[in-house]
């Protein structure tokens, strides 16, 4: 059975008591078993707090630089994530893509330098409103999985996750509809399935996120290609959360 994932992304969010609080509560009541994985994308700061919880609710880094260490000022590697107890980090994200100029080209570096260290990836991808409109929303996607993910080898592929985040999406209110959601995620599954496999392609959790909540996750996962959610707005309060979480099995 495919597993099935939910992410919270706090991206500039929170101070660190309100952090700390919202991880345990989350920690004490989101229904782990076998197939359910839990990350929380926390602000780099609270990382060393959030670490001492020791626990299965993986933490994960919204952003890192690939190289190994040197002269790149204000900026965080992987190395010293792992020190964090960081498993997982999130790649691609609009926001870094519009706000910071990371190219497709620059997050095929991250993309290396985060497999290169054994770390789980959530690669984000989506198309912005005018791509839609103009009905190039399938190829614009394609091409951000082929230019920065789908060199990897099977074996790396299989330790990434994709989320499909449509920008209209996000922060929005506005979500995608059932039908579009289905179109895209059916179209990545049957990409990573042309590129490595069939059995690849359906192993790999492709999220949906974008204006997801407790109101339209029940809807959003009875896709038959969704896996799960990565989560903004709604992962700020644990009731939000939590009720998402339900509507995962
Ligand atoms: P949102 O953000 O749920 O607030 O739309 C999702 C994301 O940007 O990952």
């Known amino acids: 059975m495919r597993k099935k994932m939910l992410a919270a992304?706090?991206?500039?969010?929170?101070?660190?008591?309100?952090?700390?609080?919202?991880?345990?509560n989350f920690i004490q009541n989101l229904p782990f078993n076998e197939?359910?994985?839990?990350?929380?994308?926390s602000?780099?700061?609270?990382?060393?707090?959030?670490?001492t919880f020791n626990s299965t609710?993986?933490?994960g880094a919204q952003n890192f630089y690939p190289a190994e260490k040197g002269a790149f000022t204000g900026e965080i590697s992987i190395s010293q994530l792992k020190e964090l107890?960081?498993?997982?980090?999130?790649?691609?994200?609009s926001e870094?893509?519009?706000?910071?100029?990371?190219?497709?080209?620059f997050l095929k570096q991250k993309v290396d330098s985060a497999l290169n260290h054994n770390m789980d990836v959530v690669f984000c991808c989506g198309e912005s409103l005018e791509t839609r409109d103009s009905d190039k929303h399938l190829a614009f996607v394609e091409a951000q999985l082929t230019d920065s993910l789908f060199h990897v080898s099977k074996e790396d592929i299989l330790k990434c996750s994709i989320a499909y985040e449509p920008i209209w999406a996000i922060g929005t209110g506005r979500t995608a509809n059932s039908e579009?959601?289905?179109?895209?995620?059916?179209?990545i599954r049957n990409w990573i399935s042309m590129k490595y496999d069939e059995e690849t392609g359906q192993s790999i959790a492709i999220l949906y996120g974008g204006s997801c909540n407790e109101h339209n996750a029940s809807e959003i996962f009875s896709c038959p290609n969704v896996d799960g959610g990565l989560i903004g707005g709604a992962s700020l309060s644990t009731e939000g959360f939590l009720q998402i979480a339900q509507e995962l099995n």
Do not use: C, T
């Open 35 to 41: 197939s359910n994985h839990f990350v929380v994308f």
């Open 96 to 105: 870094r893509r519009s706000y910071f100029y990371e190219s497709n080209e």
């Open 180 to 187: 579009q959601i289905e179109e895209m995620h059916k179209s």
């Open 43 to 51: 602000p780099f700061v609270f990382l060393p707090q959030l670490s």
């Open 57 to 59: 609710l993986a933490l």
């Open 9 to 24: 992304n706090w991206k500039m969010n929170l101070n660190l008591q309100e952090a700390s609080d919202l991880y345990s």
């Open 85 to 93: 107890q960081v498993s997982v980090v999130l790649i691609g994200h």
